[in-house]
Every structure is written in C-alpha cells, then in structure tokens.
C-alpha cells in the first residue's frame, strides 16, 4: 500500500525541510543585531494612507496610533527602496498634511504643524532602537503576531483590499481566534467561521458547504486548485499548522476561481519567512493520550533583511473517544521569502504531512425508519487490521513586482501530490430491532492524485474622465490528474451489538480474489479562463465595480480495465459580475452585488452520460462597519440564490454508479437567509468572534423533491460564537475564553429523517507564568453534549458522533532572543 516510489518522494521532502531548518536555526545572534541597525528595503504600493502607515508599520515591527476618521480619503504615494524607521514614515506622509508624532507611549499621527519633526526622508540612515507601543495594532492582511480576531484586510481578490470594499460576505480566522480556540484542522475551522459547514464526506475527508452549495476547489495563497475530486467519495483533508488566516467568501465566486465555487471561496494563506528572529516551543497534553509537540522558528538569513526563512515542525499522536481508533500525524514546512529588489519579492515553501490512522469510516448506521439506535459512544465498527495514510507534498511559489507606485504584477503556483490510501472494515445495511441484518463491507481504496495551479495577475490604478478607476486583469489554469483504484466485498451476518473485530486481513488483492469487485479509475481535470474586473469612483462615496471571467473547462474521468470514459466540456463560458459600495460615513457602507452561474457537473446518470452544467444567478445586499479605529468588523447581509440543473442522487438506480449512487438534473433550486457578524475588540480587553446565519434552501420545481430541502446538512440556524477576555490590573497575566456554536436540526441524505440540532459550549483558561511562558488549558464540549456531526447521514451507515468533552493543556515556550 505504501509504494517505495512515496517512500522516495517523502525523504526528499524531508531533506529539503530539514537542509532550511538547519540553514535557519544556525546562523548566529550577531548577524541579527546587525540587521537591527541597518536600512531595509520596503515596496508599499500608493493607496489610501490608513493602509499604507498599517503595513509599513507590521512590516517594521512598530505601532502607530491612527484616527481612522481623520485620514478617510488621504491617500498616500506609497514608499520604495531603503529607509531607517521614521524615514519611511516621512516619505508616506509626504503630501497627506500629517507628520508623525511622538508621545509618551510611541509613535502617533498628528496634523504636520502638530508634529515633532521626524529626520528628513533623505537623511543617512541612523540606528534606530526598537519602539513600541500600546496602541492601535498594524493593520495588514497578515494576522500573525496580533492578538485581534478581526482583519481588516484580505488578499482572496487579488491583491490587499479592505474587507468594507468588496460587496459580498468576507470571513477571516485570525491565527490568534485559532490558537485560542485549539482548531488543527479545516473542517474544524469551517465549522467555527458564520454561514460554513465542514461536513464529514463518504470518506475520511470533508465537504466545506456555504449557503447550501460545495466548495471544492480550495485556494492555497490565492490560488484555486481542486481538493474534492476522488472516484469515491470524499477524501481531502487539509491541516492548518502551515497557515496564518482562512479568509472565506461567501457567494458564488467563479470571477475568483472559475467553475464549481457557487457557494464561496476558501482561501487558505500560508506563514511567510520572518525579518525578525523567533522561535516557539510548544508541547501539548489532553484526552484519549493526546500528545504533541511543535517547533515554529523564522529570521532574516542576511543583514539587510532582504532573505526571511521559516520552519514549521508538528508531530502529534492520540487515541480516540472510539475503541482501537488512534492517529498519528506529522507536519513540515520550510519557507524562504527573497527581495531581489526593492521592487520584486520571490516567495518559495514546500510542506509534507503525513497522517497515519486506524479510522472508523463511514460512521454507525440508523433504523430503517431513521431513528437512533443509541448505541454508546465508543462503538467502532472496523476491523483490528483497519489501516489509512493521507500523505501531502505540496510546493508554492509566487513572484511580485512593483512597476510603480500605481501598478503591480504578480504570479503564484501550487503544486501538490497526494496519496490516499486505507484498508478498512465498514458495516451497511438496514438494522433489525435485534441489531442484526448487516452487511460486514471489506474495503481497500488507493487514490493517487497531483494537483496544479497557476495565477497571474495585474492590478492598477489611474485617473481618467475626473474618475479613479482601479483595474485588475487575470488568468488562472488549473489541472488535475488521479489514478485511483478500489476495490469491495460484502459479506452477511453482521450485528451492531455485536461485532466480530477480528475478521481476516483484506487488502485490494485478497479482496478481488474472493470475487469483489474491482474499480479503476482516472481523472483529468483541466480549466482555465481569463478574468478582470474594473472599480470606478464615481464620487467621493459611491464606486462601482463590473467583471467578468471567460472559462474553458475539459473533464475526462476513465475506467480503463471496462474501457469507459466520459467527457464533460465547455468553452469560452462567461460569468459576469457587479457591485456597488456606497460609503455612508467613514465607519459603515452599504453594497449590493448581482454575478451569474455557471457549473459544470461530473455526476453521471444512471445511462453514463455526463449531467448538464448549473446555471443560475446571485444577489447580495447588505451593510459593513469598520468600528472603533479599525478593531471591530461588522456585516450584516441577505443573499438569494436561484439555480437549474443541479445534481441530487438517483436513489431509483441504487448504487448503480460504481458502488454509489447515479447522479440526475434536478429543476430550480433556491438558497436565500440572511447573515449577520462582528469581530474584534469590542471592549478593552475583550476579542469577541460571533455570526448568525439564517438559511433555507428549497427545490422551486423537481420531478420528485419539490417543496422539499435542497441541502441536507445545511441548517436553517447557525450561531457561532467565540471570546477572550484579558483581565485588567493585578490578574492581566489571566485570560478567560469561552464561546459556543448551536444550530437547528438537518435531514438524512435521503431527506426521510431529521438529524437534531446541538449547541455544544468550550472553554479556556491561559496564564501568562512568565514573558516567555505561556499556560493554557482547553476544555471542548464542557457539558459533554451527545450529538451527531453533519455528514450523508444515511440509514445503512455515515452517522459519526460528536467528540465528547476533552480537555488540552499546552505549554508555549518564546525565548526572548
């Protein structure tokens, strides 16, 4: 199962993580103190001076004190090449008539008759010692060493762009909301973000689901490449040691990604080497003897700063609340970040993860009629030779460059190999009273996949007809080849109360010798499409925003051994979009957005033909705030979605498709609810993360589902909430979190039973032992709620029970350096 081939590859990616690690950890204190007293190199683009001062200010590694209202609508003329701190600040502040300040805390912007004169932008460079202050955190789209849960700003449209100016509903989980909260994983962290479900797919993997619709391809630093195209099932997965924020748009998003995103997008930015040396320790202890530990270290390879590296290493063992279900998971990242040149910056990271498991797949089953059987917690239905390994290499590379203080070019690849493989036993079947009637249901799946994405973009601004217009003009290419193989058997005379763990070893070739049945399989995914989008001013408050994509798309999924294939293509389709944003005071605006449809579909029906593409239209309207100096996001938002031709299940066919259900065209289909969210500091001491979601999704007009839910696992009310309160005066070394997410009941996949809503509470309690030390202890599902997670819930199987209560402690460990 494990190839010599991945043996080879895997070493490969290990010494080459480890080569940087040694490069990075072995260079010497002087070499940092010498960088502390030299010019760095800087390239911040013009714009609005707010985002300007932010970014040179996270990029220097001080504070500034801003008032937002006073500076709406000043903007900068950007900085490039080599400056001393308080130079780079006079260059940015050139022409706005502010100047920088000084108080008794740091620095702060006042009226330039107000300042204390800083050194002249063309001083020599001086040694500056370090400063900082109390005050308002930079802000940037980095949310790494902020202790904010809100970001102003995100990189998923291309480019920097305040999270106010976009007319759809934006999301972003902090890296600190995600340190807090304890999430190691995607479908955790989709399960924590406003109007998201991370399902449990036919699989060991997830299904993200926004608004009622899949999201299947997942953006890695801006690039789309798709994660959930297997020839059963759901398998991918994703870790999130190697990332600093998930940002996710909720609507549809084919102007970002092209074809398959009605739902959003999920944009998952990586960690970038560091200009200031650090490392972070940290061993973590909890429940079912979870044990892990993690190493996080960066620094400026040379003196001028201008060569940043970073390592990530995380290995991390458990047991489960499920008998004889344990994991074993280890991660390695290694990152280098170059400026060539005061206007070009190259970006290179490889990561491998290699998670090795003996899992429960597909869950417990339910009565005929979809009640619980109540069985306990612990239940595990596999086989003791129940085996899986997930191993992940993926290399990302970009490259920008900076023409001018108005425009800016930049391209990003992701490539990325993945082995899936597992032997394992399941149970199927409908379940008589005395637990009796299944199937024991032998598995063995091996998918192997390589994934590639590329982007290349330019972003621009100029002024024409009294108007400034920013435009934006692109191409993407994405592509996707497997070459998979399953095979399965089924044998009679399981019982639920009673099952035999020690069956006899199955693997693909002893399963096929005994008559299962065998499938091989491939994919080729191919897209690509050109897009742009262009911003008007039209006055001081209203811009207005028009795109549009081109995409082509070619499909072709194989089974060679039967000699079957079938192809799903299109050509030159055009998505258009449009938006409005209306500033109705520096603090709030108002937008509006309007984008079309169109999906392509790689279901099959019950003949093998492939289904027709979706078409549709979305609209969204709604209002976002930018409150208290930038600490506070708030949105409020209503969306209605209207779409033909989507795929439902062929339950009529039985599982006709390659063990699984065929696949049919429903009529029209709408998602329509409203969204609400705040984020940040809402009070001094106090990060508050909170979003509502009310949604419903319904089939207009279907041959069979009419009037019935058109999601199964999306519920009609979500809340999420999450906060930490730092204490103030003699106990500020204490900070207290807690949150909670509850949610309405959904249905079965055959939509003929109701799974129950939850509301599951956690808490945390960290101490501050010393500046280095930090303690915490985190407590999930404190009441111990018992819950089922959202999945295919099927009758015969996929019922997976929430985790009940855990606890981790974790001690971080931050050498002053």
Same mark, same amino acid.
């Given at each position: 199962?494990?190839?010599?081939?991945?043996?080879?590859?895997?070493?490969?990616?290990?010494?080459?993580?480890?080569?940087?690690?040694?490069?990075?950890?072995?260079?010497?204190?002087?070499?940092?103190?010498?960088?502390?007293?030299?010019?760095?190199?800087?390239?911040?683009?013009?714009?609005?001076?707010?985002?300007?001062?932010?970014?040179?200010?996270?990029?220097?590694?001080?504070?500034?004190?801003?008032?937002?209202?006073?500076?709406?609508?000043?903007?900068?003329?950007?900085?490039?090449?080599?400056?001393?701190?308080?130079?780079?600040?006079?260059?940015?502040?050139?022409?706005?008539?502010?100047?920088?300040?000084?108080?008794?805390?740091?620095?702060?912007? /006042?009226?330039?008759?107000?300042?204390?004169?800083?050194?002249?932008?063309?001083?020599?460079?001086?040694?500056?010692?370090?400063?900082?202050?109390?005050?308002?955190? !930079?802000?940037?789209?980095?949310?790494?060493?902020?202790?904010?849960?809100?970001?102003?700003?995100? #990189?998923?449209?291309?480019?920097?762009?305040?999270?106010?100016?976009?007319?759809?509903?934006?999301?972003?989980?902090?890296?600190?909301?995600?340190?807090?909260?304890?999430?190691?994983?995607?479908?955790?962290?989709?399960?924590?973000?406003?109007?998201?479900?991370?399902?449990?797919?036919?699989?060991?993997?997830?299904?993200?689901?926004?608004?009622?619709?899949?999201?299947?391809?997942?953006?890695?630093?801006? @690039?789309?490449?798709?994660?959930?195209?297997?020839?059963?099932?759901?398998?991918?997965?994703?870790?999130? /040691?190697?990332?600093?924020?998930?940002?996710?748009?909720?609507?549809? !998003?084919?102007?970002?990604?092209?074809?398959?995103?009605?739902?959003?997008?999920?944009?998952?930015?990586?960690?970038?080497?560091?200009?200031?040396?650090?490392?972070?320790?940290?061993?973590?202890?909890?429940?079912?003897?979870?044990?892990?530990?993690?190493?996080?270290?960066?620094?400026?390879?040379?003196?001028?700063?201008?060569?940043?590296?970073?390592?990530?290493?995380?290995?991390?063992?458990?047991?489960?609340?499920?008998?004889?279900?344990?994991?074993?998971?280890?991660?390695?990242?290694?990152?280098?970040?170059?400026?060539?040149?005061?206007?070009?910056?190259?970006?290179? *990271? /490889?990561?491998?993860?290699?998670?090795?498991?003996?899992?429960?797949?597909?869950?417990?089953?339910?009565?005929?009629?979809?009640?619980?059987?109540?069985?306990?917690?612990?239940?595990?239905?596999?086989?003791?030779?129940?085996?899986?390994?997930?191993?992940?290499? #993926? @290399?990302?590379?970009?490259?920008?460059?900076?023409?001018?203080?108005?425009?800016?070019?930049?391209?990003?690849?992701?490539?990325?190999?993945?082995?899936?493989?597992?032997?394992?036993?399941?149970?199927?079947?409908?379940?008589?009273?005395?637990?009796?009637?299944?199937?024991? *249901?032998?598995?063995?799946?091996?998918?192997?996949?390589?994934?590639?994405?590329?982007?290349? %973009?330019?972003?621009?601004?100029?002024?024409?007809?009294?108007?400034?217009?920013?435009?934006?003009?692109? *191409?993407?290419?994405?592509?996707?080849?497997?070459?998979?193989?399953?095979?399965?058997?089924?044998?009679?005379?399981?019982?639920?109360?009673?099952?035999?763990?020690?069956?006899?070893?199955?693997?693909?070739?002893?399963?096929?010798?005994?008559?299962?049945?065998?499938?091989?399989?491939?994919?080729?995914?191919?897209?690509?499409?050109?897009?742009?989008?262009?911003?008007?001013?039209?006055?001081?408050?209203?811009?207005?925003?028009?795109?549009?994509?081109?995409?082509?798309?070619?499909?072709?999924?194989?089974?060679?051994? @039967?000699?079957?294939?079938?192809?799903?293509?299109?050509?030159?389709?055009?998505?258009?979009?449009?938006?409005?944003?209306?500033?109705?005071?520096?603090?709030?605006?108002?937008?509006?957005? %309007?984008?079309?449809?169109?999906?392509?579909?790689?279901?099959?029906?019950?003949?093998?033909?492939?289904?027709?593409?979706?078409?549709?239209?979305?609209?969204?309207?709604?209002?976002?705030?930018?409150?208290?100096?930038?600490?506070?996001?708030?949105?409020?938002?209503?969306?209605?979605?209207?779409?033909?031709?989507?795929? /439902?299940?062929?339950?009529?066919?039985?599982?006709?498709?390659?063990?699984?259900?065929?696949?049919?065209?429903?009529?029209?289909?709408?998602?329509?609810?409203?969204?609400?969210?705040?984020?940040?500091?809402?009070?001094?001491?106090?990060?508050?993360?909170?979003?509502?979601?009310?949604?419903?999704?319904?089939?207009?007009?279907?041959?069979?589902?009419?009037?019935?839910?058109?999601?199964?696992?999306?519920?009609?009310?979500?809340?999420?909430?999450?906060?930490?309160?730092?204490?103030?005066?003699?106990?500020?070394?204490?900070?207290?979190?807690?949150?909670?997410?509850?949610?309405?009941?959904?249905?079965?996949?055959?939509?003929?039973?109701?799974?129950?809503?939850?509301?599951?509470?956690?808490?945390?309690?960290?101490?501050?032992?010393?500046?280095?030390?930090?303690?915490?202890?985190?407590?999930?599902?404190?009441?111990?709620?018992? %819950?089922?997670?959202?999945?295919?819930?099927?009758?015969?199987?996929?019922?997976?029970?929430?985790?009940?209560?855990?606890?981790?402690?974790?001690?971080?460990?931050?050498?002053?350096?």
């Amino acid at each position: 199962m494990f190839t010599t081939s991945r043996s080879r590859r895997l070493r490969a990616s290990v010494i080459a993580i480890e080569l940087l690690c040694g490069a990075l950890l072995s260079a010497g204190p002087a070499l940092h103190a010498q960088a502390q007293t030299q010019q760095r190199q800087y390239s911040i683009a013009a714009g609005p001076l707010a985002d300007a001062l932010n970014r040179y200010a996270q990029l220097t590694g001080v504070a500034i004190a801003i008032d937002a209202a006073k500076v709406h609508g000043v903007r900068s003329e950007g900085l490039t090449g080599s400056y001393g701190v308080e130079q780079g600040f006079a260059v940015l502040l050139r022409g706005t008539g502010f100047a920088l300040g000084k108080s008794g805390a740091g620095y702060i912007l /006042v009226p330039a008759a107000a300042a204390v004169p800083a050194a002249p932008a063309t001083a020599p460079a001086q040694a500056m010692s370090e400063i900082k202050v109390s005050a308002q955190a !930079a802000r940037s789209a980095t949310t790494e060493g902020s202790t904010s849960y809100a970001s102003n700003t995100v #990189t998923l449209g291309k480019g920097e762009l305040a999270r106010k100016d976009i007319p759809q509903s934006i999301s972003v989980l902090t890296r600190e909301q995600m340190d807090d909260q304890g999430l190691v994983d995607l479908m955790d962290a989709a399960n924590s973000i406003t109007g998201v479900v991370g399902a449990k797919g036919v699989g060991q993997g997830m299904v993200i689901n926004s608004r009622g619709f899949q999201i299947d391809s997942w953006q890695y630093d801006g @690039v789309p490449i798709p994660r959930n195209t297997y020839a059963l099932g759901n398998w991918g997965t994703e870790g999130l /040691v190697y990332f600093d924020r998930v940002e996710v748009l909720r609507g549809a !998003a084919g102007l970002l990604q092209g074809t398959g995103s009605p739902g959003g997008a999920v944009n998952l930015v990586r960690k970038r080497g560091l200009a200031e040396r650090s490392v972070a320790l940290t061993a973590r202890a909890g429940s079912w003897d979870h044990a892990g530990v993690q190493l996080d270290a960066g620094r400026a390879l040379n003196a001028a700063g201008t060569l940043r590296a970073r390592v990530v290493a995380d290995v991390d063992n458990s047991h489960s609340f499920i008998d004889q279900v344990w994991e074993k998971n280890r991660a390695l990242y290694a990152a280098l970040d170059v400026d060539i040149s005061p206007d070009t910056s190259l970006g290179l *990271a /490889v990561s491998n993860t290699d998670n090795r498991t003996r899992p429960m797949v597909r869950g417990l089953p339910r009565y005929p009629d979809g009640g619980d059987i109540g069985l306990p917690r612990s239940t595990w239905v596999g086989a003791r030779w129940n085996r899986a390994e997930i191993e992940q290499t #993926t @290399v990302f590379a970009d490259l920008s460059h900076r023409f001018n203080a108005n425009w800016t070019l930049k391209a990003a690849a992701v490539h990325m190999d993945e082995n899936n493989s597992s032997v394992h036993q399941r149970m199927h079947g409908k379940v008589a009273l005395d637990g009796s009637g299944l199937d024991f *249901a032998d598995w063995s799946t091996d998918f192997n996949s390589t994934k590639l994405g590329a982007d290349l %973009y330019l972003n621009g601004r100029f002024d024409a007809l009294g108007l400034r217009h920013d435009v934006m003009l692109g *191409a993407n290419y994405s592509k996707y080849t497997s070459d998979d193989r399953f095979a399965r058997t089924f044998t009679p005379g399981g019982n639920i109360f009673n099952i035999d763990h020690a069956r006899p070893w199955m693997d693909f070739d002893t399963i096929v010798a005994r008559g299962g049945r065998a499938t091989y399989a491939n994919y080729d995914v191919r897209q690509k499409g050109i897009y742009g989008s262009w911003r008007a001013r039209v006055s001081e408050s209203l811009t207005a925003i028009a795109g549009a994509r081109v995409s082509w798309y070619d499909e072709l999924y194989r089974q060679p051994r @039967v000699n079957q294939q079938s192809t799903v293509t299109a050509s030159g389709k055009v998505t258009p979009y449009a938006g409005l944003v209306y500033a109705l005071n520096p603090q709030w605006s108002a937008y509006g957005s %309007y984008t079309s449809v169109f999906e392509t579909q790689s279901g099959r029906t019950v003949a093998g033909q492939a289904l027709d593409p979706v078409i549709g239209s979305n609209m969204e309207a709604g209002l976002k705030g930018e409150l208290m100096d930038g600490k506070v996001n708030t949105s409020l938002a209503m969306f209605r979605y209207d779409h033909k031709n989507r795929s /439902v299940a062929d339950y009529a066919a039985g599982y006709a498709c390659d063990g699984w259900y065929c696949d049919k065209t429903s009529g029209k289909v709408r998602s329509q609810g409203v969204e609400a969210e705040a984020s940040g500091a809402v009070l001094p001491g106090l990060e508050l993360s909170a979003g509502y979601t009310w949604n419903t999704t319904k089939f207009l007009r279907d041959a069979d589902n009419q009037g019935k839910t058109f999601s199964q696992w999306t519920p009609k009310h979500m809340l999420r909430v999450w906060s930490r309160y730092q204490l103030p005066g003699d106990w500020n070394k204490l900070s207290v979190g807690a949150g909670f997410s509850t949610q309405s009941h959904t249905i079965g996949y055959e939509r003929t039973f109701k799974v129950p809503g939850f509301s599951v509470w956690s808490a945390r309690l960290a101490w501050q032992l010393k500046p280095e030390v930090t303690l915490a202890l985190n407590v999930n599902n404190l009441f111990d709620k018992r %819950y089922y997670i959202p999945a295919f819930n099927q009758t015969d199987g996929n019922n997976d029970y929430g985790t009940p209560r855990s606890v981790m402690f974790s001690v971080k460990y931050t050498p002053a350096l």
